[in-house]
């Protein structure tokens, strides 16, 4: 009787995996899916942050700028290396004091375009690259070496602010992004290249 019962039992715990297996199938092959594609994600990031300094452009008149997100890339990796990580809004706030100072002496530091939002002036495809972060301070590090005196000085300089501080000063009345927003009219309009030359 003992011997029935117990085979009963282990005919009843197959029958019972073999419909688990059923049931988590769909789960498990989402699952390969989805790590499949983070796996591909970490692959081309890391292939793309191995170039460094060969994503440089040219520009017309032969002086070297930089792509914005190989740029941000590097902002954002010497934040954590210095032990002073920034956040998505201080990075757009950096990228945009780094530009208006390149154009006062000569060509743009980065050619992506410069939008105006609310909280100041945003480049688009680097802040939806790092939009993940949220509001919290960007931890990432990347393989990407620039090496210019100016791009570092407006780093050190911006990241002690505090991120309304930055905000506010990209804000002034008069300036590009003032110009272009309006109040809200021209929200996430582009500011043009000259105007920020001219504005500031």
Known sequence: MYFFLLN????????VESLLKELLKPIVNYRKVYY???????????????????????????AFMFSALEL???IVS?????AMPITNLQLQKILYYIQKEFLRVGPPAFAER??????????PDV??????????PITDSYDVIINNSIIDAIVKSKR????????QETHKEGGAWS????????????IPIELIRQAG
């Open 160 to 167: 002690d602010l505090d991120p309304w501080e930055l905000v």
């Open 127 to 136: 802040y939806y690259y790092f939009a993940g972060n949220g509001a919290m």
């Open 8 to 15: 009963i039992v282990i005919v009843a715990l197959s029958i």
């Open 72 to 74: 941000s890339k590097y």
């Open 78 to 82: 010497k934040c954590n290396g210095d």
């Open 36 to 62: 499949n594609k983070v796996n591909r994600s970490k692959q081309e990031r890391t292939k793309t942050c191995s170039k460094g300094l060969k994503r440089v452009k040219k520009t017309k008149g032969g």
């Open 179 to 190: 110009k272009i927003f309006k109040n809200g009219e021209g929200n996430k309009r582009v």
């Open 114 to 123: 410069i939008e105006a939002w609310k909280f100041g002036p945003v480049v």
